[in-house]
T-cell receptor, first 112, second 112 residues
Framework: SQQGEEDPQALSIQEGENATMNCSYKTSINNLQWYRQNSGRGLVHLILIRSNEREKHSGRLRVTLDTSKKSSSLLITASRAADTASYFCATVNISGTYKYIFGTGTRLKVLA | NAGVMQNPRHLVRRRGQEARLRCSPMKGHSHVYWYRQLPEEGLKFMVYLQKENIIDESGMPKERFSAEFPKEGPSILRIQQVVRGDSAAYFC??????????FGPGTRLTVT
């Protein structure tokens, strides 16, 4: 399977704490994206980081990318109950048909 | 500019029936991707189509599943003789020349 993996599978934290989730992938990539999915809903695009970038910020989100280790991390600072959701990384290969390879997801629960 | 449209949003079928899922890409987009999400899992690539052509169907089950993207009208994912294991959320994404994909809200198929 080409599917990447997120770690941890599930994470439960208190409101105000930071949440860090990691994503590992298997092939050389063009870019990596992070998505949020609330239970039973569609995907919300959070952030895209290109293979030549190492770090990117968007509001309370910070994403890093280490292509030598084939891994990325998503940090959510000062978490809120509304951040409760599943988070997925998706990679796009540098060759082929540009299909997205999704990770298995991290289920984040933020307790109020 | 309307986003990617999928219909129906929810579909219930009895075992053995056919399911037809529709996806209208964003205006100007000629690339369509279908993904399946089983409960508690990440999205998995099924098929990539351009107008009137299947480009990559490496993720499609060998039997009962087919997809098309005609010159006019939406892309259709067709599942014949559905079984309980087909119950899942099916997401469509479209892209233009940049290959950045925009996701629809998904169709949730329940097989009873």
């Amino acid at each position: 399977s080409q599917q990447g993996e997120e770690d941890p599978q599930a994470l439960s934290i208190q409101e105000g704490e930071n949440a860090t989730m990691n994503c590992s992938y298997k092939t050389s990539i063009n870019n990596l994206q992070w998505y949020r999915q609330n239970s039973g809903r569609g995907l919300v695009h959070l952030i895209l980081i290109r293979s030549n970038e190492r770090e990117k910020h968007s509001g309370r989100l910070r994403v890093t990318l280490d292509t030598s280790k084939k891994s990325s991390s998503l940090l959510i600072t000062a978490s809120r109950a509304a951040d409760t959701a599943s988070y997925f990384c998706a990679t796009v290969n540098i060759s082929g048909t540009y299909k997205y390879i999704f990770g298995t997801g991290t289920r984040l629960k933020v307790l109020a | 500019n309307a986003g990617v449209m999928q219909n129906p949003r929810h579909l219930v079928r009895r075992r053995g029936q056919e399911a037809r899922l529709r996806c209208s890409p964003m205006k100007g987009h000629s690339h369509v991707y279908w993904y399946r999400q089983l409960p508690e899992e990440g999205l998995k690539f099924m098929v990539y189509l351009q107008k009137e052509n299947i480009i990559d169907e490496s993720g499609m089950p060998k039997e009962r599943f087919s997809a098309e993207f005609p010159k006019e009208g939406p892309s259709i994912l067709r599942i014949q003789q559905v079984v309980r294991g087909d119950s899942a959320a099916y997401f469509c994404a479209s892209s233009g020349q940049t290959y950045e994909q925009y996701f629809g809200p998904g169709t949730r198929l329940t097989v009873t």
